[in-house]
């Protein structure tokens, strides 16, 4: 059973810093995931990317979030993590995390990330 858990969301000021992190497994085994990534809700109940890595380390931001988010892999552990700078008020959301196994694709439960003064 492949097992996704996002954490390191909460509130914080306009300008401040968060990291999220996300550990992708599956019991009982020891695989390595492909593309992981982080998406966040938008009008319509769909989910836009925010930032993906290829387990090459490949990576692709959101125009929105250049400059200013930094994703990064530890391959070793199965894990992304999302290094969010300068944030906005609009960048508030719930950000789930996505991970590729066998070229299927797995989501955790999300964090909320919220950004208010």
């Known amino acids: 059973q492949v097992r996704i858990v996002e954490s390191g969301g909460g509130v914080v000021q306009p300008g401040g810093s968060l990291r999220l992190s996300c550990r992708a497994s599956v019991s009982g085994s020891r695989f390595s995931f492909g593309t992981m990534g982080w998406y966040r809700r938008i009008p319509g109940d769909q989910r836009e990317l925010v930032s993906s890595?290829?387990?090459?380390?490949?990576?692709t931001y959101a125009d929105s979030v250049k400059g200013r988010f930094t994703i990064s892999r530890d391959n070793a552990k199965n894990t992304v993590y999302l290094q969010m700078n300068n944030l906005k008020p609009e960048d508030t959301n719930i950000y789930y995390c996505?991970?590729?196994?066998?070229?299927?694709?797995?989501w955790g439960l999300g964090t909320q990330v919220t950004v208010s003064s």
């Open positions: 996505n991970a590729y196994l066998d070229s299927q694709p797995h």
């Open positions: 890595i290829s387990s090459g380390g490949s990576t």
